[in-house]
């Protein structure tokens, strides 16, 4: 009896004009480095419980959009809710995808009918690769190991500008970080290594202009792909929202970081890495009901309507004519919480949002012995994700800044981090019995 594992790719390269992800502002693509990806692993144990877990090279995925593939997967592929995991790296060299960060961008109605279509189409194939992924399963073997690499910096606590002359001076950098690199890897007939996924907690963040790339993850990918021909490298963004690769804003320190990662996670795979037992394989899945500090008065978006900050005003004229059409704002945002256990080997978490690095730092802690990763990026981009601590402190992770991802509220309850932590303890607790 043993693991089975398939795997499968696509590329999802836009075809058309659509704009560049992040940064607020009109973004049209102008060539690309590298194609992007979807890349899918599906795990099924002795007993025949099946998984899919979905890696993509896109800043976030909205709940519009996940729900949609989601639906077509239940009645495609028969897996359940909490059996599939959509995990987007973060990159901001990515398309922009329907209903993710409305108003960040300004209005065009050409442009938001090409987004409409790349997502309908993204969507199609991120499931037709699910789809292969698991009629792609073959015995397999399992092993885990982790890394270490150092390129990045808690932007928090340590001023971009500063840092060239931190570096220069020996000055170390302040705040939390999470360096470590987890990393899975599948070996199938003949003890062939098929895939490696791995894992790190930093902002996609390094470019900002307009070129298609996955960003250091995408070359992270690329690196390994070429040292080991035929294996299908898969990156996931552990809890990274506070953290930055620094210095940055140059292809050749974007590659750079690319290769530090690869090296680290080859680093792993040259040692001998720990068997994951057969199964057996347990999955739960749950909203977390987040509450919103303050929910929008019809006053209060009038004011908004009228900001100079070009986001704020488009924000809050699109949720007055919500309110024009009848619809009330609810008080809390279902956020998406899953875990998978891995035989007693593996516990793999994926939230939503982004979460900032004291999620993973904590789940290590209270988890243990078993090795524990959380992917901060999954299902729904849903807002910035900050921890009791990043919220007391405010600023841009932690203070009133839900009005970028569109929700009708300005800043989270101050038990946000409480209550993702409750849902997830139930979660293993139901995992556990």
């Known amino acids: 009896m043993s693991w089975k594992a398939g795997i499968a790719k696509a590329v999802i390269t836009p075809e058309t004009s659509v704009w560049l992800s992040g940064y607020g502002s009109k973004r049209a693509p102008e060539g690309k480095l590298h194609d992007l990806w979807v890349k899918v692993l599906a795990l099924e144990d002795p007993h025949g419980k099946r998984v899919a877990l979905a890696t993509t090279d896109h800043m976030g995925i909205s709940k519009t959009v ?20 959509f995990t987007f790296s973060h990159n901001h060299c990515g398309p922009r995808l329907k209903d993710d960060l409305t108003d960040y961008y300004p209005y065009d109605a050409d442009q938001e009918k090409l987004v409409a ?35 990045a910096v808690n932007r928090r606590d340590n001023p971009e500008a500063d840092v060239p002359r931190m570096i220069k001076e020996g000055i170390p950098f302040k705040g939390a970080v999470d ?24 902002h ?64 792993v795979l ?18 977390a009901d987040l509450a919103y500090q303050k929910v929008m008065t019809r006053a209060d ?37 899953h875990a998978w256990k891995l035989a007693d080997g593996l516990l793999f978490i994926g939230i939503g949002g982004e979460a900032v690095v004291d999620y993973s730092l904590r789940f290590k802690k209270e988890f243990g012995p078993i090795t524990t990763w959380t992917c901060g990026y999954a299902d729904d981009l849903v807002a910035y994700i900050p921890s009791l601590r990043v919220w007391k402190e405010g600023g841009y992770e932690g203070g009133p800044h839900l009005d970028e991802y569109g929700r009708p509220a300005l800043r989270w309850a101050n038990d946000v981090e409480a209550r993702i932590a409750t849902t997830l303890h139930q979660l293993i607790t139901h995992l556990n019995k």
């Open 204 to 267: 996609p963040t390094t470019l900002s202009f307009r070129k298609w790339c996955g960003d250091y993850p995408g070359f992270a990918q690329i690196d390994l792909e070429k040292k080991h021909p035929g294996v299908t490298a898969m990156f996931f963004n552990q809890c990274g929202a506070d953290l930055n690769p620094l210095p940055r804003r140059k292809v050749e320190l974007c590659e750079k970081y690319g290769a530090m990662l690869a090296t680290a996670v080859d680093e």
């Open 301 to 337: 978006l009038e004011k908004a309507a009228t900001s100079t900050r070009a986001i704020h005003a488009r924000w809050g004229k699109r949720m007055l004519a919500k309110l024009d059409a009848g619809e009330t704002f609810a008080a809390s945002y279902p956020y998406p919480v």
């Open 66 to 85: 996940c729900d949609k593939m989601v639906a077509m997967v239940a009645e495609r592929c028969k897996l359940d809710r909490a059996d599939v995991m």
């Open 179 to 202: 360096h470590s690199v987890p990393v899975l890897a599948v070996h199938r007939k003949g003890g062939r290594l098929d895939a490696v996924l791995f894992g790190y907690a930093c």
């Open 117 to 151: 279509e790349y997502s309908d189409k993204m969507a199609a194939t991120v499931v037709d690769a699910v789809a292969r992924a698991l009629a792609d399963l073959a015995p397999a073997t399992l092993t885990l190991g982790e890394g270490n690499t150092t390129f």
């Open 270 to 287: 040259a040692k001998p890495m720990r068997p994951l037992p057969p199964g057996p394989l347990r999955t739960a899945f749950a909203y």
